[in-house]
């Protein structure tokens, strides 16, 4: 296995990862990534064997596992009950209970208020240049999650804050600082949850909580910080991967002159998978060893810590011909930008619903709409996203 170098906080890595990608993929299915200290998956075959082998997965080896700092423990509390987080048996019974709650159905139901509400986001556009990744990107999965969850729309403010503290404890640039504003903000998130909760089990309505606070599997019910880490989970993980999807989406389109043709009823489905096989918005995901294992050349031990890089999965010749092109005409492959397996995005679909439907419209308003400066992404990896999307009317 050959050992690769590249700082994931360098500017023109953060910019365009892809080339590195290139390169550790023409080395084999693994490299030892010297700067994370891991073994690296690269190639497609590897990564969505791996995401899919049930002798890897997300929890900590029980031996290995350690209590963490004090100061993060408002976080690690949400952390222990996440369902990402979670094996069988425990992913097993939450997963299937989240799953009764989030329904195609509800999903569904949210269609008409979507329209509105892009139609809405649109109609407030201004006359000169503006951010579309605050106006737009970001607005549109966020009221969404509210609605879905029953959780009031004026309080996105404070979800998007929490939100992003949370999650920048993944982030390579991650300082001490980012640490306290991740307790401080996992801390505020649970306390409004728990409040919130409360106020649904006396006073039910048809939303995402009233549904996660009454549904049963088996005899068994979701406990109360199961229910602040589900919902969490929903807002964090269905928020940010959607923001950075529309974002990135947009951005490739009129970079590539992408007209309004592939955003209609039988092309938009095709442009939506190649925006996600293009420049996906979650480019790593780990994985370790539950038993000493030989896959692709090496030998994994117990606790082995495995990186799969989703970004070099969807970039892989062996798949796509010309995968460093973006062409909405490709015919549809499964591409890894939501998972794999048994932890394969339980928000998919509204993903999936939520940026066809807002690109469909905001093209359709507006065809000639165009960049007008160019983007940057953030230092934020192993996501990967916009800091800002400037575009003119």
């Not at 693994?30 to 995401?51: N, P």
């Not at 997300?58 to 009950?81: D, K, N, S």
């Not at 490739?252 to 092309?267: E, H, K, M, R, S």
């Not at 938009?268 to 038993?291: C, G, S, W």
Request: proline fraction near 7%; charged fraction near 25%.
């Amino acid at each position: 296995m050959k050992t690769v170098f590249q700082s994931p906080v360098d500017p023109e890595f953060v910019q365009n990862p892809y080339p590195f990608y290139d390169q550790a993929r023409a080395c084999g299915d693994l490299v030892y990534w010297e700067d994370y200290g891991k073994i690296a998956a690269v190639s497609h075959r590897a990564v969505s064997a791996l995401l899919k082998d049930r002798r890897f997965g997300r929890e900590v080896p029980e031996e290995m596992r350690t209590p963490g700092p004090a100061h993060l423990a408002p976080w690690l509390a949400v952390e222990a009950h996440s369902l990402l987080e979670a094996e069988p048996p425990r992913h097993t019974r939450l997963r299937a209970l989240v799953m009764r709650a989030f329904t195609s159905r509800a999903i569904s139901a949210l269609e008409p208020s979507f329209h509105d509400l892009t139609h809405s986001l649109i109609d407030a556009f201004p006359d000169q240049p503006f951010d579309l990744l605050s106006t737009f990107c970001t607005q549109v999965p966020v009221i969404t999650i509210c609605r879905l969850l029953g959780v009031p729309e004026d309080m996105s403010p404070s979800l998007l804050r929490w939100s992003h503290d949370m999650v920048a404890m993944y982030q390579a640039s991650r300082t001490p600082e980012t640490e306290t504003a991740a307790a401080a903000s996992s801390q505020a998130f649970t306390d409004f949850l728990i409040d919130y909760i409360e106020q649904r089990r006396s006073d039910p309505q048809d939303d995402l909580i009233t549904r996660l606070i009454v549904a049963e599997e088996d005899g068994e019910k979701l406990s109360r910080e199961e229910l602040v880490a589900t919902c969490i989970l929903l807002l964090n993980a269905g928020h940010e991967a959607t923001v950075h999807s529309l974002g990135n989406g947009v951005k490739t389109v009129l970079q590539n002159g992408i007209g309004p043709q592939y955003f209609a009823p039988d092309t938009i489905d095709r442009t939506v998978e190649e925006i996600l096989r293009y420049d996906p918005p979650l480019h790593m995901f780990t994985r370790y060893a539950y038993e000493d294992i030989d896959a692709f050349g090496h030998s994994f031990k117990r606790g082995d810590e495995v990186a799969l890089l989703l970004g070099a999965a969807n970039r892989d010749p062996a798949i796509w011909s010309d995968p460093g092109r973006f062409d909405p005409t490709r015919a549809i492959v499964t591409n890894t930008s939501f998972g794999g397996g048994l932890h394969f995005c339980v928000g998919a679909p509204l993903a999936r619903m939520e940026i066809r439907l807002a690109l469909s419209t905001l093209f359709d308003r507006y065809p000639n709409l165009r960049l007008s400066a160019e983007p940057e992404y953030s230092n934020t990896y192993h996501f990967h996203g916009l800091t800002k999307l400037m575009v003119q009317i």
